[in-house]
């Protein structure tokens, strides 16, 4: 079955009270979206910058979280030899999983005192750079369980100084207020809101993707198409969170392929860039239940977040409907993939059509084999509570068209 003939699954049976608070909250939410204190990570190109960055901010030790992987292949070499040259100090924490849980975050924290540090560098995926987040955020509440920053705005203290580096281009954490975080007991997989988790700096070194194996480009790129696409087609958009949400998405698009067969210097760097612009988007402008679905996969099953979102983005955008149609053609024509004299409905097909070839090119699967019958309460649950009332998605869902979703996706849909 091809991913754009997918019918969509049916009508909503979402409650008019339920709708009306959830729109409600959203509304009020972008209201204020001028008056927050959202800002840019200023931007660096080349990883050995960072100690001479800390030396000059008076930084003594920093606390290096990074995953094995990183450390084994010898990724972070050269940024740590340039500390001994800058005479900076520095303690590596390199246990960080994928769906990084409560336990890492809690170890690096311990070490991060144990050796008193005094600033943070993350380097890796999403999953280090979330994890730093978090340790961020527990050294600025230190008496406050990551359990209890659930949701948005529940840190409201400043971390301490951290640099964001990017080794995927994928998901922009390296320029957003996100951090999110799987309980290590319940593998509830949530995510923690605010603007002190804004990285200071963001090291985009294209040189760090040349390792990376295809399929994490791949999974990765993906990822950052949907932080774009979810942005854009959002109820919550502004002109720059628009701006950055095109950009991101005719940068994949051109150059996703390429990055994944070839890692030309070119390719990756746009990708490191598209990843950037997306991350920028959805801080303001929210995902959507492409990510509530994708968010608790990784949390029961530990399932990749890339690949969770790159196998569910189609089949959610088509269940829309005709509701994003207007914005897939503004997509499409931005992109040049069609005229002004395209109908909506024509440019959603064509936008569909680019889709499935991309992600055949790269390797992306139509279904998860991990999901279960069994599981998917649970699964909806999380889902549900990730997205509701928050995420300001083009059509509200009850449970059972997000059971549906998954459904779709399950090897025994």
Same mark, same amino acid.
């Given at each position: ?222 990822? *950052? =198409?949907?932080? @774009? $696409? ?8 502004? %002109?720059?969170?628009?701006? !950055?949400? &095109? ?109 499935? *070839? =991309?992600?055949? @090119? $790269? ?8 999901? %279960?019958?069994?599981?998917? !309460?649970? &699964? ?34």
């Amino acid at each position: 079955m091809k991913r754009y003939d997918i019918i969509p699954t049916g009508r909503n049976n979402m409650n008019v009270i339920k709708k009306l608070w959830a729109r409600t909250f959203q509304i009020s939410m972008r209201a204020v979206l001028p008056l927050l204190p959202y800002r840019k990570p200023k931007i660096l190109k080349d990883v050995c910058e960072v100690p001479a960055l800390l030396k000059d901010k008076g930084k003594i030790r920093a606390l290096i979280v990074a995953d094995p992987v990183i450390m084994q292949l010898g990724i972070a070499a050269p940024m740590l030899e340039t500390f001994t040259e800058n005479n900076v100090s520095y303690s590596v924490y390199d246990k960080v999983i994928p769906n990084p849980t409560t336990r890492e975050c809690e170890e690096a924290r311990k070490l991060y005192i144990d050796e008193k540090c005094d600033c943070i560098v993350a380097i890796g995926g999403g999953s280090s750079l979330d994890c730093a987040k978090a340790v961020g955020a527990r050294i600025a509440r230190p008496s406050k369980p990551l359990a209890k920053m659930e949701g948005i705005l529940k840190i409201r203290k400043k971390i301490p100084l951290l640099v964001a580096i990017p080794t995927t281009a994928g998901t922009g954490s390296e320029t957003t207020l996100a951090a999110v975080i799987c309980d290590a007991q319940t593998r509830h997989k949530y995510a923690i809101d605010d603007f002190p988790l804004i990285p200071s700096y963001a090291v985009l070194d294209k040189t760090l993707l040349k390792t990376l194996p295809a399929k994490v480009i791949s999974t990765t790129g993906i990822d *950052a =198409l949907t932080h @774009a $696409v979810e942005a854009y087609i959002g109820r919550s958009t502004t %002109k720059d969170t628009r701006a !950055d949400s &095109l950009n991101a998405i005719k940068l994949i698009f051109e150059n996703l392929e390429e990055a994944y067969t070839t890692k030309s210097d070119i390719s990756l760097d746009n990708m490191l860039h598209a990843a950037h612009y997306a991350g920028r988007a959805f801080s303001k402008s929210y995902v959507g239940y492409v990510h509530a679905l994708a968010h608790a996969l990784g949390g029961k099953y530990n399932t990749p977040h890339g690949l969770a979102n790159a196998v569910l983005l189609a089949p959610v955008l088509k269940a829309y409907g005709s509701t994003i149609y207007q914005k897939l053609k503004k997509i499409c024509v931005y992109c040049g993939f069609a005229s002004e004299d395209d109908t909506p409905k024509q440019c959603a097909e064509i936008f569909f059509a680019k889709l499935e *070839a =991309l992600e055949n @090119a $790269v390797n992306i699967p139509l279904s998860l084999p991990e999901i %279960k019958t069994e599981d998917l !309460d649970t &699964l909806v649950d999380y889902a549900y509570r990730e997205a509701y009332p928050l995420y300001p998605v083009p059509v509200l869902w009850d449970r059972e068209q997000l059971k549906k979703m998954y459904m779709e996706v399950s090897v025994n849909g």
